[in-house]
């Protein structure tokens, strides 16, 4: 074992002297883990009302009618988006010209709401995406049908309850309709019944407040982790263990190729001439490739705890999960050595294989913009298994139990690897 | 001290050793002579246990040299410079003989030994990708006696380097004969062996060809002396097997302007043996 450790030591100290390598192991996923940690916000901070940029939208409003200008003030107060109100010819050219993701078009009739006593109904508009912004697209897609209903239920709202004459009359013929056995359709009828109760509880409230119509639905800004509002204490527990992904497949690509420029180079023949056996020199650079990834791991933790607010319910937890990613990684490392014969291709070999598996894994591509394919393969993906093992502890609050399949598949995986490795690299060396 | 019988190695179709049977004493400088790809380092490699042979075997002190105490006694020096470029040389030694279980006093007192040998000590911190190819080189045979093995393989120990540092190579190697170091020494400089070693065989085609002192050698297959004379600006020259006696029978009241003998060397003798075609 003193002399696996010698080795492994010798190995770390020879990586140390490489600036490079300090910052592929260390700088770049600090980087990423931020960067990328500051963009996501963006994008999950939409879903729960908290985007802080905002996306062109090029509006052409062809109605002309009260509902369509309301709707538009509304949409112009969304903080999300940024509306130009054109024509549709130039509606059309801002979004080929790439200056806007999306156009809007409000068609003649579109302030007409009969629609929406209309079951499937849907609204007289049209919302075309650029094909080459589809994420953009869609939180526009989403912004636009999020202010529709929004503004059509205070703009309904405000029609009920300005005219109390109104109300008592129409409230007189719902009332009819549904206490007459007519032959209305169900779901028409359960409509009925909801906007009874809705009117119902607006008076109520109207009654309370003075008068004043109540405001719109507010978007939900609160579900369980986002209690504080801060979006980003939420996002880098993704991004950190993503990061720490990046530091181990640099480890392993690294020592991948360092074993192969060994063995080209003859410092492996001199190793081999020592009281060795052939097991103990590759262990050597085995636990150098594992002690890198822990190392690298516990330092970006260690920025994220200090300076980013991460935290983990579990720290034994945390570094099962860590040790169990770094020998899978260690292992692979093995693998890929043994399969390449010069350091150049061990450099196309690794680099290749772990980013194929990196944007398959979710390190490189958010799970969320994968054909289903994709996502069904992520799930076989050892570096998927290492980002729930890191994720556990830090961010989904797993026990043992649920840590364990993550944990124990990259074991074996390593394990396995490092069989096949040593008994591939002992053919090859003969 | 070292016994390899009948050892063979091929590489697919390529016969790199074809029976190699050579017995080196303890304490002896043997030098293995060949051209390119006649199957020297090959041969190195199987003897240092580093190649399995396909058929014979080697014994190094009654041992296979795969036995863990065997390879404690062997120093390898390779033909590529086998260092850690972009660690000093100090760290290059300390960490080889760590491996080999040296420490403390005894560990500083092998890496000042080694890096006095090398002419390294005023450079121990630098990283030897700074160092001149003379001193990779003498700094590539250090590490291989940091453990201080009684038996010390050096595969061309002289590539690429310049008169001063190969001869401070060549002064240090016979340094290490007389103090009972075994070696086995690998070079296609044929100056170098007739210099150096006490025994010499030479092979090709991964077939061992001849096998004796330098002077045996020469002559059996030295061939004869060459005597060259110039005259009025013509140059003769004579062939013999006896240069006194060709010199005594020479016309001398016609004295020529210049005179010079070549007697047999083991160049001859390699050149006999393996013939002038170029080799690849």
Redesign the interface.
């Known amino acids: 074992m003193r ?1 696996i450790f ?2 492994a030591l ?1 190995d770390i ?2 990586a140390n ?2 600036k490079l390598v300090a910052f592929f192991h260390f700088v770049f996923p600090v980087l990423y883990a931020i960067l990328v940690g500051y963009m996501m916000s963006g994008i999950v901070g939409l879903g729960v009302g908290m985007y802080r940029g905002t996306v062109s939208v090029a509006v052409a409003d062809q109605d002309q009618s009260e509902f369509s200008a309301g709707f538009l003030r509304q949409l112009q107060a969304a903080k999300e988006l940024k509306i130009h109100q054109v024509d549709f010819d130039t509606a059309k050219d801002m979004v080929r010209r790439r200056r806007c993701a999306a156009h809007l078009v409000l068609h003649k009739g579109f302030g007409s709401t009969s629609w929406l006593l209309t079951p499937g109904g849907q609204p007289r508009m049209r919302l075309v995406i650029d094909e080459a912004r589809i994420a953009e697209g869609q939180i526009v897609r989403g912004m636009v049908y999020m202010q529709l209903m929004d503004y059509v239920r205070s703009h309904f709202l405000r029609s009920f309850t300005d005219n109390p004459e109104q109300n008592a009359r129409l409230r007189a013929v719902f009332r009819a309709y549904l206490d007459v056995d007519t032959q209305l359709d169900s779901a028409l009828k359960q409509q009925l019944i909801d906007l009874l109760h809705t009117w119902q509880s607006v008076e109520q409230t109207q009654s309370t407040s003075g008068g004043q119509p109540p405001s719109g639905p507010t978007l939900a800004t609160e579900s369980g982790r986002f209690k504080d509002n801060s979006i980003l204490r939420q996002i880098f527990p993704i991004t950190f263990p993503q990061g720490m992904i990046w530091a181990m497949l640099f480890s392993a690509a690294f020592y991948a190729i360092s074993l192969v420029e060994e063995r080209a ?3 492996l ?9 052939r097991l103990q020199l590759l262990l050597g650079k085995g636990l150098a490739c594992m002690m890198n990834c822990l190392g690298t791991s516990i330092a970006l933790l260690a920025v994220g705890m200090l300076f980013f607010g991460i935290r983990s319910n579990s720290y034994v937890l945390l570094l099962i999960g860590l040790l169990s990613a770094a020998l899978s990684f260690s292992g692979m490392m093995m693998l890929l050595a043994s399969l390449s014969k010069t350091p150049a291709a061990a450099e196309g070999v690794s680099l290749s294989a772990l980013l194929i598996m990196a944007m398959l894994g979710g390190a490189m591509v958010p799970e969320v913009v994968m054909p289903p394919f994709a996502r069904t393969i992520s799930s076989y993906v050892p570096i998927k298994w290492a980002i729930m093992a890191m994720e556990g502890p830090i961010r989904r609050d797993f026990s043992l139990g649920e840590m364990a399949p993550y944990c124990v598949g990259l074991t074996l995986l390593g394990m396995a690897c490092y069989v096949v490795g040593v008994f591939v690299f002992r053919l090859t060396e ?1 | 001290m070292i016994e390899i019988i009948n050892l063979c190695k091929s590489f697919g179709s390529v016969v790199a050793v074809d029976g190699l049977s050579i017995t080196i004493r303890k304490g002896e400088l043997f030098g293995l002579l060949g051209p390119n790809g006649a199957g020297k380092t090959t041969a190195v ?1 199987n003897i ?1 246990g ?3 042979a396909d058929a014979g075997s080697v014994q190094i002190a009654g041992k296979p040299p795969t036995d ?2 065997v ?2 006694k ?3 020096a ?7 470029m ?2 000093s040389a100090e ?1 290059n030694l300390t ?2 003989a ?4 040296l420490s403390g006093s005894r560990l500083r007192q092998r890496t000042d030994w080694c890096l006095d040998f090398a002419g390294l000590q005023p450079r121990r911190r630098d ?1 030897v990708k700074t160092y001149s190819g003379g001193m990779q080189r003498r700094l590539n045979l250090a ?2 006696l940091m453990h201080d093995p009684s038996i010390l393989v050096l595969d061309e120990p002289t590539v690429g380097v310049d008169t001063q540092s190969r001869t401070a190579i060549l002064e240090s190697i016979l340094t290490l004969r007389d103090r009972g170091c075994t070696i086995l020494y690998t070079t296609h400089y044929m100056e170098e062996a007739q210099r150096l070693c006490d025994r010499v065989g030479i092979m090709d085609h991964g077939k061992l060809l001849a096998l004796d002192t330098v002077g045996e050698l020469i002559q059996a297959h030295g061939g004869k002396a060459l005597i060259v004379l110039e005259r009025g600006g013509n140059e003769e020259r004579l062939t013999t097997d006896d240069p006194l006696d060709a010199l005594s029978q020479l016309d001398w009241e016609d004295r020529p302007e210049r005179l010079r003998i070549e007697p047999a060397s083991l160049e001859s003798v390699f050149l006999n043996l393996t013939g002038r075609g170029l080799r690849d």
Not at chain 1, 269 to 277: D, E, F, S, V
Not at chain 2, 78 to 84: D, E, H, I, T
Not at chain 2, 98 to 101: E, K, Q, T, V, W
Request: glycine residues 6%; charged residues 30%; contains cysteine.
């Open positions: 002399n010698i080795l010798k100290r020879v002297r490489y180079e003859g410092t023949q001199r190793l081999r001439m020592a009281p060795l056996t003969d | 490699r240092c580093l190649l399995r863990l105490s390879r404690k062997i120093g390898l390779p033909q590529n410079l086998a260092l850690y972009d660690l760290e960490f080889l760590r491996l080999y279980g990283r590490a291989a």
